[in-house]
Nanobody, 125 residues
Framework: QVQLVESGGGLVQAGDSLRLSCAAS????????MAWFRQAPGEERKFVTA????????YSGDSRSGRFIISKDTVKDMLYLQMNNLRIEDTATYYC??????????????????WGQGTQVTVSS
């Protein structure tokens, strides 16, 4: 099992940037991929982006717009999400997640065994 703790959320204005962090501990040696998901009020949890813990492959989701950039530090067991030019519709609780499974597509939340408690991001106009 991997324990995940997110941080870095907050209240920002549209156009601002924010960097989320996720500290991993426990059986991190077994992790294959780590991801960011988000969930807005009244909506389903959605995939944002993911990164391989083994190599440098990135699995893009909403980050295809180029506004969200995922990165990692496997020495420190840290996952990051740099969010630029934030929009009101980016308001959500952001979760990091870890999986040990191999898949062609990492956008399904069912793949992930371990989740953090989430960090709230609120973007105002």
């Amino acid at each position: 099992q991997v324990q995940l703790v997110e941080s870095g959320g907050g209240l920002v204005q549209a156009g601002d940037s924010l960097r989320l962090s996720c500290a991993a501990s426990g059986r991190t040696y077994a992790v294959r991929v780590m991801a960011w998901f988000r969930q807005a009020p009244g909506e389903e949890r959605k995939f944002v982006t993911a990164i391989s813990w083994i190599d440098d492959k990135i699995y893009s989701g909403d980050s295809r717009s180029g506004r969200f950039i995922i990165s990692k530090d496997t020495v420190k067991d840290m996952l990051y999400l740099q969010m630029n030019n934030l929009r009101i519709e980016d308001t959500a609780t952001y979760y990091c997640a870890a999986t040990r499974y191999y898949a062609d597509d990492y956008s399904g939340d069912f793949l992930y065994d371990d989740w953090g408690q989430g960090t709230q991001v609120t973007v105002s106009s």
